[in-house]
Each structure stands twice: as structure tokens, then as C-alpha cells.
């Protein structure tokens, strides 16, 4: 198996941990992300999927960039918003806490699968999410740091789902602020195992 093949294989796995973790807190009902927040409240409003939004709003910010890298970005919008809706329908009648305890339990998985999923995706280092893509813009053309220009991002988001009826509650201010902690722990994970995948493969090739 190739260098790229091994990459593409660990970014969809990431993709498919990533948006499991989004439902798992969507399911808990504690609130979700500014970002898919304001999913959910386009969904509720308007209509359409949350993954179908996922995806037109990942278009929009591949076109609005203008930059040829940032186009992957539609089709990683694309694979986001199909295993949202996947994770939606799959967890629908099965995962819904009734209970306070059962909601933090559901939201705490969510956030730490959440956290193990993009750190598995980012390792393979290759188109980002739409999110992530419009922080580094908007740093990019105001000269901010990431932390100020992904904090202001996060404010907008956070009044455009408040607009739209999004899922705003604790868990939303609990991601904001822990999800690059959770990332952070799981990144040197993931780098060691697929170090030693390589190795691996790199001594089955010799022999």
C-alpha cells in the first residue's frame, strides 16, 4: 500500500470518527459547536439535512477563498455532510439520554471521540475542514493570530446560529474551549501509530 493510500485511508477514517462525535453531541442535547450550531439551526429553519448544509457551506467557503488547495475542501465537506447524516440516522432511536447523567455521558463521549477523530484527520495532512480553512483566511488577511481570528469566528457563528434556532447550550462553551485540548492529547497517538504502520510496511517492503 502507498504513502497516499495509507493518508487517504486514515483521513476518511478520521472523518467518520469526527462526525460521530458531532452527533454523539448533538444526541446529548447539551449544545454542539458554533459551527454546527449553526448547522442544526439552518436545518431547523429552513430545512434540508445538517450534513446537506455541512456541505453547501463548505462550498461556499472553497469558492469564496478563490484558492485551488481550498476546492478539496468541497469534497471533504462532502464526505463531512454525507457521515453526519450516516451518524444521524444510524443513532436515531438509539442514543437519546433521558436523563441529566446520560446526557453529560453522551456529550463527554462525543467531545472525546470528537477530538480523537480530528486528530486522526489532520495527521494525514490533507485538505482541512471548512472550518478550518476560513480561520486560517481570516488570519491570513487580518493579521491576527489563529487563537483571536478562531475566536472571532467562533463569536459570529455563535450569533448566526443564535439567529437561525441552533443547538446553543454549556456543551457549546465546553467545546469551544476544551476541543483543542482533547486534539492535542490524541495527536501524538496517532502520529506514534502511524509511524510505526510505516515502519512496518517499510520492513515488509525490504524483505
Known sequence: MTLTQNKLILYAIGIMIFTLGIVL?????????????LLVGLHRTIGLTIGSWEVILGALNAILLR???????????????????F???ALDGWVQPKTLAGQIACFSLGLVVNGFGIATYLQAK??????????????????????ISRALLFLVLV???????????IGT?????????????????VGRFEKIQQEGETGTGSL
Not at 75 to 82: C, R, S, V
Not at 131 to 140: C, E, H, I, W
Not at 179 to 188: A, D, E, L, W
Open 25 to 37: 453531541t448533538l444526541q446529548s442535547g447539551l449544545g454542539v459547536s458554533p459551527f454546527d450550531a
Open 67 to 85: 484558492s485551488r488547495p481550498e476546492y478539496l475542501g468541497i469534497l471533504t465537506a462532502l464526505m463531512i455532510g454525507i457521515c453526519i447524516d
Open 87 to 89: 451518524w444521524v440516522l
Open 126 to 147: 490533507l485538505a482541512s475542514v471548512p472550518f478550518d480553512g476560513t480561520m486560517l483566511a481570516v488570519t491570513k488577511l487580518t493579521g491576527l493570530n489563529v487563537i
Open 159 to 169: 450569533i448566526l446560529a443564535f439567529i437561525f434556532n441552533g443547538l446553543i447550550g
Open 173 to 189: 462553551l465546553l467545546i469551544t474551549f476544551l476541543s483543542g485540548v482533547t486534539i492535542n492529547v490524541f495527536i501524538p497517538y
